[in-house]
């Protein structure tokens, strides 16, 4: 038979797997291990730009955050952050800086979206794409961005079904411009608030299609058939609570 070379070869010789692995093989696999970093997603959502445009290829900033903690992202998928995003991410992670992915999409001017309300029909489709609930109107109402509460996410643009929401450069009072770290902190409040409410209204419609329907509560509450084994347990329990109540009434002075 022939005989393998290398690792095989050792192994039919000595007949258990690793039991004497080569000196260089040791030292490559223990000295290799590079410790993970501990990274604190919170942090790494800090320094992201509260657009939560999803461009990163995440449902917004804090879940990428939470993908660059746990090694599944790179800190270059961030649009909205550019350049300076990027060296704000190796600073807080430690992890190497790399350019933006084009994968991604460009860095672009900062924008917001406004409604051309002559043309809106009121389907608030964009109401529920908007993620920071800068967007107000009503159903078969006109609507209306909320300028200074716009991320310029655009998320809104696609889906209007009569095209008239349009993007215009960022306007230099916008608080994104004057303050970004409050603007970005503005943001993130309102899209977790957004998530929370979205939330509840999933549980209450949860709770609602759980509860019996209408038919079923008739059934609970309808009379039970005379001589029926369901009529006899409510008529014993019907005398039983007029034999107490008597009785009650007896040991009344
Ligand atoms: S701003 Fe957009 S691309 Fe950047 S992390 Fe937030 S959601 Fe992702
Ligand atoms: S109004 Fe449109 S562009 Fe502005 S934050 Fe909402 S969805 Fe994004
Ligand atoms: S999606 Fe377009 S048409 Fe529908 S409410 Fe919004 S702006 Fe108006």
Known sequence: MKVPRGGCCHRARTGRRDAKKPQSIRMLTESSIVPMPILDPAAID?????????????????????AIANGSADINQCPPGGDAGIHALAAVTGLRYARLNPAHGAHQPYVVAVIDETQCIGCTICIQNCPVDAIVGAAKVMHTVIAVECTGCELCVAPC???????ITMPPTHPAMTNKDSAASTARTRHRARLARLGRQAEERMRK???PPPSEMRAETAPAAIGSPEHKRHSIAAAQARARTRRDRADTP
Do not use: F, K, M, R
Request: aromatic fraction near 6%; charged fraction near 5%.
């Open 46 to 66: 800090a320094v992201l730009p509260q657009t939560q445009c999803t461009q990163c290829g995440y449902a917004g900033c804090l879940p990428y955050a939470e």
């Open 161 to 167: 079904p009569v095209d008239c929401i349009a993007l």
């Open 209 to 211: 299609n759980c509860a």
